[in-house]
C-alpha cells in the first residue's frame, strides 16, 4: 500500500492483480498535484485501474470524476449512492476548479455485503463496512492483512470524550470485531 498526500486528505494505492485501486482522492482542482505525487511514489495513472470514495464529502472525492474520464472505474457501494452527488453544488460555486461530477453509470454498484467478491476480483482481500456515524454514506475498507481505512471515522482514542454517542461506538465495536492491526485516518499526518 502506499499513501499519497497532496492536499488536506490521505489517498492510499493499494495494488492488486486485477489493477490498483485508490481509496479517496482530496478536493476538486488537484489533479496536477495527484500526478505529482504518483511520480514522487513511482506510480503512474496506468498502475490505478479503480478508485473509492470512504465518503462523497469535497475532500474525499475531489477527483473521482476527473479519474473516470481518464479511464479508472468507480468502485461504489449502494450504501453510498444517495450521497454521489452532495458536494456538485459545493464546487460548482467555484468554476476554476474545473470540477467533473461522478458519473454513476458508469460505476460497478454493489453492496458492503457484496464487497468482498467485488475486491476479490481485482485481486484485493478484504471488505467494506458501512460506518455511518461520520455520514450516511461513510465505509471503512477493512483488509484481511488487518489494516483498515476508515475515512473521518472519529478516532477511537476520542471514543470516550463522545460519551454516549451509540451510532458511533456500534462503528468501532463492528470494526474491533474484525481485530484491524492498524487504522488508518484520512486526515492523520504521515
Known amino acids: 500500500m502506499t499513501r499519497l498526500r497532496y492536499g488536506n486528505t490521505n489517498t492510499f494505492y493499494l495494488p492488486g492483480s486485477g489493477g490498483g485501486l485508490l481509496v479517496d482522492t482530496d478536493w476538486a482542482g488537484t489533479l496536477g498535484r495527484f500526478f505529482r505525487a504518483l511520480g514522487e511514489a513511482g506510480l503512474t495513472l496506468k498502475e490505478i485501474r479503480y478508485v473509492m470514495a470512504t465518503h462523497y464529502h469535497p475532500d474525499h472525492m475531489g477527483l473521482v470524476g476527473e479519474l473516470q474520464r481518464l479511464g479508472v472505474t468507480l ?19 467555484d468554476p476554476g476548479l474545473r470540477y467533473v461530477p461522478v458519473d454513476e453509470t458508469a460505476a460497478v454498484r454493489f453492496s458492503c455485503g457484496e464487497s468482498r ?64 492491526r492498524e487504522i488508518l485516518y484520512a486526515h492523520a499526518p504521515g
Request: contains cysteine.
Open 117 to 180: 467478491a467485488v475486491l476479490s476480483g481485482i485481486g484485493i482481500r478484504g471488505e467494506l463496512l458501512s460506518t455511518p456515524s461520520h455520514s450516511r454514506d461513510s465505509v471503512s475498507l477493512l483488509l484481511d492483512d488487518g489494516v483498515c481505512i476508515v475515512g473521518d471515522l472519529e478516532p477511537l482514542s476520542y471514543l470516550e470524550g463522545y460519551g454516549e454517542n451509540a451510532a458511533l461506538r456500534r462503528d468501532w465495536e463492528r470494526l474491533l470485531a474484525r481485530r484491524p
Open 75 to 93: 468502485l461504489l457501494a449502494e450504501e453510498q449512492a444517495g450521497a454521489v452527488h452532495a458536494s456538485d453544488g459545493i464546487f460548482g460555486r
